[in-house]
């Protein structure tokens, strides 16, 4: 991990081509105790938000600059951070042709924690993002990539430019090229998954609580690999990740009961933004009637990919949810001007 000093150093701030604003200015942030080794190519910056709290983001810029192709903007889950991005999908996407930006919301990875006793709520995590988006991409509107409990924030965040739209006023969620939902929590939240588990998977249900609730994958290998992995997982790579995780969430990333009784996200009403919503066949978390559930709010047919699980982007084969994705990209190019 570069050193505060190896920050500064970083021609981004003075070179960010696609906005006339510059980034968010470089400091000293939250050191988590097992960092996140970057790969080549990788900066790790600070986003200071209006609260003057810092968000981490981890960017990788395409290989080429001879393309217009929309930056991606991706979005973490519960106990986990940019990290789980950068791992693999960052280097894929900047390699296709994609300035690629992950981003650790308040209280995870290595972002500021605010007062209180949970990171935020739906509303101020997708401000927190849109700040980012509008101080950062506000030429080029990004794809906005959720996974989990983060794709039910970038649900909100598309219930707000519709909104915002509806009402004809001031936008201070910017326009998005495009959304992506990638096992993401449906938009009645949680709360029917679980019922479903204790009806239809009783044993399912008490280790799901075990696992996320009590959080036992901490502790655990075997249910950490359940819980987010494919079975052919080695012991050495779910440890890896089990470690990342432990530190990766300082505080919750929301108050579940609060948040449940604020549900569901409002329904997008005459929204342009073309939505891509993502299943994983082995997902242990979210089944496939939380996929379809997604799947019709937004009036889409799901993907569900055979042979990976909850966290696709980490998995033995995480190149299947990548090429999902990117032959989707390559769909939106046919509307615009997209390039890959």
Same mark, same amino acid.
């Given at each position: ?120 709520? #739906?509303?101020?995590?997708? /401000?927190?993002?849109?700040? !980012?988006?509008?101080?950062? @991409?506000?030429? %080029?509107? =990004? *794809? ?99 470690? #990342?995780?432990?530190?990766? /969430?300082?505080?919750?990333? !929301?108050?579940?009961?609060? @948040?449940?009784? %604020?549900? =569901? *996200? ?75």
């Amino acid at each position: 991990m570069a050193s505060s000093s190896s920050l500064l150093s970083f021609p981004c701030l003075s070179s960010f081509k696609m906005t006339i604003k510059p980034m968010a200015t470089l400091s000293n942030s939250t050191t988590i105790a097992i960092p996140y080794e970057l790969k080549k190519g990788q900066n790790r910056l600070f986003h200071k938000l209006p609260s003057g709290l810092k968000m981490e983001v981890i960017e990788q810029r395409k290989d080429k600059a001879d393309n217009e192709n929309p930056p991606l903007v991706f979005v973490h889950g519960s106990y986990h951070a940019a990290w789980c991005w950068a791992e693999h999908w960052l280097p894929f996407f900047s390699s296709s042709g994609f300035d690629s930006y992950a981003l650790s919301l308040l209280g995870q990875g290595e972002s500021d924690e605010p007062l209180g006793t949970v990171a935020g709520t #739906l509303q101020t995590h997708a /401000s927190d993002i849109a700040d !980012f988006i509008e101080s950062n @991409l506000s030429s %080029s509107p =990004p *794809v906005l990539i959720g996974h989990s409990f983060g794709g039910l924030i970038v649900q909100y965040y598309l219930a707000n430019i519709a909104k915002k739209q509806s009402l004809g006023a001031e936008n201070s969620f910017p326009e998005l090229s495009g959304a992506v939902l990638v096992c993401s929590v449906p938009p009645s939240g949680n709360s029917g998954l679980v019922l479903r588990y204790l009806f239809s998977k009783p044993v399912a249900a008490f280790k799901v609580t075990l696992s996320l609730a009590a959080k036992g994958f901490q502790k655990s290998i075997p249910l950490c690999r359940e819980t987010f992995f494919s079975s052919a997982m080695d012991d050495q790579l779910v440890q890896r990740y089990q470690d #990342l995780m432990k530190e990766s /969430s300082r505080m919750p990333l !929301f108050d579940l009961r609060k @948040l449940n009784a %604020s549900l =569901p *996200v409002p329904k997008p009403v005459e929204n342009s933004t073309k939505v891509l919503v993502i299943g994983a066949k082995d997902d242990f978390i979210v089944d496939d009637e939380g996929l379809m559930e997604t799947g019709r709010f937004y009036d889409v047919e799901p993907v569900c990919i055979e042979g990976v699980a909850h966290d696709m982007m980490l998995d033995c084969s995480w190149e299947k949810g990548a090429e999902v994705l990117l032959n989707w990209l390559c769909g939106l190019s046919k509307l615009g001007n997209l390039s890959v």
